[in-house]
């Protein structure tokens, strides 16, 4: 789930924000004048940054591609990666 939320109102709730996002991986994006921030939990985040190095692997991403040649039932990994955004 993602929340969106002003600075002010992000500053109003700092702790329930921070809370909600480790307890419930409820994701909020913070806008401000200059732009928006995203606040997600540290286990959100490690996920994130282990897939993007695991996606720069081209022998990683080469098996992954040879496993859907190969087995029928496996899901387009392509269609998961939009589906978890």
């Excluded at 480790?22 to 928006?36: A, L, Q, Y």
Aim: proline share 1%; aromatic share 6%.
């Amino acid at each position: 789930m993602a929340t969106t939320l002003n600075a002010t109102q992000c500053r109003k709730e700092l702790f329930s924000v921070l809370d909600s996002a480790v307890t419930s991986d409820e994701r909020f994006t913070i806008t401000t004048r200059n732009g928006n921030a995203v606040i997600i939990s540290e286990s959100a985040f490690n996920s994130l940054m282990e897939t993007l190095y695991l996606l720069s692997d081209p022998t990683i991403l080469d098996s992954v591609e040879e496993a859907e040649r190969t087995h029928s039932e496996a899901e387009d990994w392509r269609k998961c990666l939009k589906d978890m955004s």
